[in-house]
């Protein structure tokens, strides 16, 4: 099974440069200021969907309660996998958010490196083997057996150039460290 995203981009500038580095010497000068805890709340509602929204949003210790709520996203299961197709899956989620660090990071480094990014789209698929997960097979991994991103880019910058920029996005991007190297997850029961 493959779930696939394609998101496109064509605001331009992508990313003001000077407002990159104005962050970067702030964060330089208060280290306190680059750690960042991004919360939501979810609940079920109603079969195998969810309701969840933003909470706040948690900087060097400061709490910015003016994002709780602010924002809510549902999630459901198509029907081949039980649920009543009412919403984007979880597994489209994950890529949705791997989409959108991308984008983030791709106009990051290209402002950076002044390249010109007239339209970027990501074609994005995330295969899973639900032997795993239905514990059919104890042997397959219960999540993710590969995620793919296709990237393509309009952009005058020679192909040498968009290469090394995508390789700079391996290296950089927050949401594909995540998802590709291992992480504390801590599930506690309130």
């Known amino acids: 099974m493959t779930a696939s995203q394609t998101t496109a981009s064509s605001s331009r500038p992508f990313v003001d440069l000077d407002a990159v580095q104005t962050t970067v010497d702030a964060v330089t000068k208060n280290r306190d200021l680059g750690q960042v805890r991004f919360t939501m709340h979810s609940q079920s509602s109603g079969g195998l969907s969810a309701r969840t ?3 706040a949003l948690v900087q060097a210790g400061q709490a910015d309660e003016s994002r ?4 809510t996203v549902h999630s459901d299961e198509p029907v081949a996998l039980l649920g009543t197709d009412s919403a984007a ?3 489209e989620y994950v890529l949705h958010a791997l989409a959108g660090c991308y984008l983030v990071t791709l106009a990051s480094l290209a402002a950076a490196r002044h390249i010109d990014l007239q339209q970027v789209r990501l074609t994005l698929g995330f295969d899973i083997d639900l032997a795993g997960f239905l514990g059919i097979d104890k042997t397959v991994r219960k999540g993710a057996q590969g995620i793919t991103i296709d990237v393509d880019i309009d952009s005058p910058a020679t192909r040498d150039q968009l290469e090394n920029l995508i390789q ?3 290296h950089t991007s927050p949401i594909r460290d995540t998802i590709a190297n291992p992480v504390t997850v801590t599930t506690r029961l309130t």
């Open 53 to 55: 929204q933003t909470g």
């Open 168 to 170: 700079a996005l391996e």
């Open 68 to 71: 709780r709520g602010k924002f």
């Open 89 to 91: 899956s979880p597994a």
